[in-house]
């Protein structure tokens, strides 16, 4: 079955679907309803070659009537020992963006990390947050002298993380 040929988009714990939106494998969770949805993948181009990044997971729900889809981009290149601050272009309209996340990887790709952790599970300082949301980017920056300001996050040739946004349609 595919999402896109559904009435209904019920998505089960301990399912996985393809990027085509085919169901690869389900568990023996009850399904949750969700409302009426699609699942689709799209080449997203917002400037040269270099800066092409694929969306996938585009997931829109329609739930009383309120429709929203997520988009996951590329941070791109953020050698984040020497810079604060990385802009990534978003290609929406900015004003109906509802929430923007981020997912920081370590130069060997070992530890993920949400941007805004704490040094350790006890600590409640972000060591790093979105700054703000204009008409072209969401400025990601993180905290000086804190836990991503340091040589594991120098690697100035690799793609950096993800940025998770939700936003209205």
Same mark, same amino acid.
């Given at each position: 079955?595919?999402?896109?040929?559904?009435?209904?988009?019920?998505?089960?714990?301990?399912?996985?679907?393809?990027?085509?939106?085919?169901?690869?494998?389900?568990?023996?969770?009850?399904?949750?309803?969700?409302?009426?949805?699609?699942?689709?993948?799209?080449?997203?181009?917002?400037?040269?070659?270099?800066?092409?990044?694929?969306?996938?997971?585009?997931?829109?729900?329609?739930?009383?009537?309120?429709?929203?889809?997520?988009?996951?981009?590329?941070? $791109?290149?953020?050698?984040?020992?020497?810079?604060? &601050?990385?802009?990534?272009?978003? *290609?929406?309209? %900015?004003?109906?963006? #509802? +929430?923007?996340?981020?997912?920081?990887?370590?130069?060997?790709?070992?530890?993920?990390?949400?941007?805004?952790?704490?040094?350790?599970?006890?600590?409640?300082?972000?060591?790093?947050?979105?700054?703000?949301?204009?008409?072209?980017?969401?400025?990601?920056?993180?905290?000086?002298? $804190?836990?991503?300001?340091?040589?594991?996050?120098? &690697?100035?040739?690799?793609?950096? *993380?993800?940025? %998770?946004?939700?936003? #209205? +349609?």
């Amino acid at each position: 079955m595919r999402i896109s040929q559904a009435s209904s988009l019920d998505i089960m714990k301990a399912s996985m679907l393809s990027a085509r939106g085919d169901l690869v494998m389900r568990g023996a969770a009850v399904p949750e309803r969700l409302g009426a949805g699609i699942m689709d993948n799209m080449l997203v181009s917002n400037g040269p070659a270099a800066d092409l990044t694929w969306e996938y997971n585009n997931i829109f729900f329609d739930v009383t009537n309120i429709r929203y889809r997520t988009r996951i981009v590329d941070i $791109g290149v953020w050698n984040m020992d020497v810079t604060t &601050n990385k802009n990534v272009v978003h *290609g929406l309209t %900015f004003t109906n963006i #509802l +929430f923007a996340g981020a997912i920081i990887y370590d130069n060997t790709y070992t530890n993920h990390s949400l941007i805004n952790r704490g040094v350790l599970h006890s600590d409640t300082t972000p060591q790093g947050f979105v700054d703000r949301i204009n008409n072209a980017n969401i400025k990601l920056s993180r905290l000086t002298g $804190g836990f991503f300001d340091s040589v594991d996050y120098n &690697n100035a040739l690799m793609n950096r *993380g993800k940025v %998770f946004i939700i936003y #209205l +349609f």
